[in-house]
C-alpha cells in the first residue's frame, strides 16, 4: 500500500507563472488536507476536502489558491500567477475517515520555488 | 504566540542520552499529536494523547498532556542517531468541525550525535 504521494518534488516557477501540485491519497483514503510550511516555522493548514467536495478552506488565500479533489483522480492545489512570497512546501495529509483520534498520514511535499 | 509551541526550539545530545521537548497550547482540544519530520521529508506521526489522558508510552516515547497547563512533554530515551529529526506538536481543537485542522507549532529541531 504506497504512501500519499506528491508530485512534482520540486517545483520551479517565475513571478506570473501557475503551479499545479499534486497529491494522490493513500489507497481508501477519501480524505484530504493541505498544509503549507514556511522555512522554520509549522505547518499551517489550508484547505480539507472529501471526494469533490471543499469541506473547510479557512486556510486558504482568498486570492489565486484554490483546491479540488475530482471523483477520479489526484487533489490538486493550484496557485495562479505565483509571488515570491508563495514560496514554501506544501504537504498534503489524507486520513480514511474523519473521526476524533484519526491520525494524518503526509506525503514528501512538494517544495515550490518562485523566482 | 501561536497554538502548538514547541520549546526548546533546537536540542544536541549524544546518543544514549534522553531528549525532553515541551510543547504549550493556548485553546481546548480534543487531542494532542506528535510527529516527527526528517529534513526535506513529509511528517511522520508519532504518538497521540488525548485530552483525558495524562501520560502514553510507545516503545522509547513517553508523552505527557497537562490540560490545567495547557502543556505536554515528549521524552524520547535512549536515543540514536537516527532519531535526529525535527519534533512538532500539533492540536486539534475541541469543535466538531476542526478534525484535520490540526494546528502545528515551529517545532524542535534535534540533533543526536554519536
Known amino acids: 500500500n504506497a504512501g500519499v504521494m506528491q508530485n512534482p518534488r520540486h517545483l520551479v516557477r517565475r513571478r506570473g507563472q501557475e503551479a499545479r501540485l499534486r497529491c494522490s491519497p493513500m489507497?481508501?483514503?477519501?480524505?484530504v488536507y493541505w498544509y503549507r510550511q514556511l522555512p522554520e516555522e509549522g505547518l499551517k493548514f489550508m484547505v480539507y476536502?472529501?471526494?469533490?467536495?471543499?469541506?473547510?478552506e479557512s486556510g486558504m488565500p482568498k486570492e489565486r489558491f484554490s483546491a479540488e479533489f475530482p471523483k477520479e483522480g489526484p487533489s490538486i492545489l493550484r496557485i495562479q500567477q505565483v509571488v515570491r512570497g508563495d514560496s514554501a512546501a506544501y504537504f498534503c495529509?489524507?486520513?480514511?475517515?474523519?473521526?476524533?483520534?484519526?491520525?494524518?498520514?503526509f506525503g514528501s511535499g512538494t517544495q515550490l520555488s518562485v523566482l | 504566540s501561536q497554538q502548538g509551541e514547541e520549546d526548546p526550539q533546537a536540542l544536541s545530545i549524544q546518543e544514549g542520552e534522553n531528549a525532553t521537548m515541551n510543547c504549550s497550547y493556548k485553546?481546548?482540544?480534543?487531542?494532542l499529536q506528535w510527529y516527527r519530520q526528517n529534513s526535506g521529508r513529509g511528517l511522520v506521526h508519532l504518538i497521540l494523547?488525548?485530552?483525558?489522558?495524562r501520560e502514553k508510552h510507545s516503545g522509547r516515547l513517553r508523552v505527557t498532556l497537562d490540560t490545567s497547563k495547557k502543556s505536554s512533554s515528549l521524552l524520547i530515551t535512549a536515543s540514536r542517531a537516527a532519531d535526529t529529526a525535527s519534533y512538532f506538536c500539533?492540536?486539534?481543537?475541541?469543535?466538531?468541525?476542526?478534525?484535520?485542522?490540526?494546528?502545528f507549532g515551529a517545532g524542535t529541531q534535534v540533533v543526536v550525535t554519536p
Open positions: 495529509a489524507s486520513s480514511p475517515r474523519r473521526a476524533d483520534g484519526e491520525k494524518l498520514f
Open positions: 489507497k481508501g483514503h477519501s480524505h
Open positions: 476536502l472529501q471526494k469533490e467536495n471543499i469541506i473547510d
Open positions: 485553546t481546548s482540544i480534543n487531542n
Open positions: 500539533a492540536t486539534d481543537a475541541r469543535a466538531t468541525d476542526s478534525w484535520g485542522k490540526l494546528q
Open positions: 494523547i488525548r485530552s483525558n489522558e
